[in-house]
């Protein structure tokens, strides 16, 4: 019997270690997001853009380096994963002040989320259930 395959679709970009890319990373994402029909989760992910994004400059990306942004569009998801090169792995605090927020609201709107293993560093993700063709 001959199955059909559906790959996911894949966009990524690479953000440097500069405050500037987070703005950069939102507008590239949300590009993707009309370029694939998905304009009534943009908000959610948009947030969570900012919030993994944030985190992985403040946190994970060492001088010198950068992160890449990828968004995955399977059948039935957005996988939404900022990856980079740093120490550590981001879990869920108690608020600090200003700070703290980030992966409480990437928890709050994602379907699901998560944290991952790379060499080096780690994978920070989250995904949004969707419906609908893909593009």
Not at 34 to 43: E, F, M, P, S, T
Not at 65 to 90: F, I, K, Q, T
Request: charged share 30%; glycine share 10%; aromatic share 6%.
């Amino acid at each position: 019997m001959n199955e059909m395959i559906q790959l996911p679709c894949v966009r990524e970009r690479f953000c440097r270690r500069e405050r500037q890319s987070v703005p950069a990373a939102r507008k590239f994402a949300h590009e993707v997001l009309a370029d694939w029909g998905l304009g009534r989760i943009q908000d959610d992910v948009l947030l969570c853009v900012s919030e993994l994004a944030t985190n992985a400059l403040v946190h994970g990306v060492p001088p010198g380096r950068g992160y890449l942004l990828r968004l995955w569009r399977y059948e039935d998801a957005l996988r939404v994963e900022v990856h980079d090169s740093g120490d550590g792995s981001p879990r869920l605090r108690e608020p600090d002040g200003e700070s703290g927020r980030g992966l409480m609201l990437v928890a709050a709107v994602a379907d699901k989320w998560g944290v991952g293993e790379r060499v080096p560093g780690k994978v920070a993700w989250c995904e949004f259930e969707v419906s609908g063709p893909r593009p």
